[in-house]
């Protein structure tokens, strides 16, 4: 019931400039970050990009708001938000790359196409992941590639989309990321997979259903 009364003040705009005057406890602020990701405004935005800065413990909750932020805050509080998630842990390659796809979904939901610095940095991330020696990352990275159509590393991902020792799971998501950067030009690489009696059965069907869905 808390929650959800503190939820109905904070939908009004006149609730925000009271809110930034007070002198809040450590907990008092977390409540209202918390119930702010509920709060579809520029107000709420603005004060979780604040919150984030100085408290980053919880990586889920710092996901979510990154999320929020892309896709509500002011146009000019967004580089604000792009300088922080680049230098945030930067080493951290799995926070890295869900940070970067909460900013992705964020700026998708707002109508808006990535800043180039943004995009810069995903593909930094995924040329990261592809280098990893752990498979999820790789298919992350892969999907990185196709999502961004990072045509730098097209040569990678047809290594990874036909190679007959590359996991299903990644080499099905080599063939989608393919097609997204250029289906005509890797209809031929497409074929060749299809023709392959070795390769699995079912990255074959999803080969063929994503040609097909491609022309």
Not at 21 to 38: K, N, Q
Not at 41 to 67: C, E, G, P
Not at 76 to 102: C, G, I, T
Not at 129 to 153: C, K, P, R, W
């Amino acid at each position: 019931a808390f929650r959800i009364a503190l939820r109905n003040q904070l939908f009004g705009q006149n609730t925000w400039p009271v809110v930034r005057l007070l002198d809040l406890s450590s907990a008092e602020a977390a409540a209202i970050a918390d119930v702010s990701l509920a709060v579809p405004s520029m107000d709420a935005a603005t004060f979780l990009l604040d919150y984030t800065q100085r408290h980053t413990d919880n990586r889920d909750f710092l996901i979510r708001a990154v999320q929020h932020i892309a896709r509500y805050a002011a146009p000019e509080k967004l580089p604000d938000l792009w300088s922080f998630v680049r230098v945030h842990h930067p080493d951290d390659l799995h926070l890295q790359a869900n940070l970067f796809r909460a900013v992705e979904r964020g700026t998708q939901a707002r109508g808006a196409k990535l800043d180039e610095s943004v995009r810069s940095w995903g593909a930094g991330i995924a040329g990261k992941l592809l280098a990893s020696n752990q498979a999820a990352d790789v298919q992350m990275g892969i999907e990185f590639v196709g999502a961004l159509h990072l045509n730098s590393e097209e040569p990678r991902v047809v290594k990874l989309a036909t190679g007959r020792k590359t996991p299903e799971k990644e080499r099905t998501a080599a063939v989608t990321a393919l097609l997204a950067l250029d289906a005509p030009r890797h209809a031929v690489v497409i074929g060749k997979i299809l023709a392959d009696a070795e390769s699995p059965i079912k990255l074959r069907e999803s080969a063929a259903s994503a040609l097909a869905k491609a022309n």
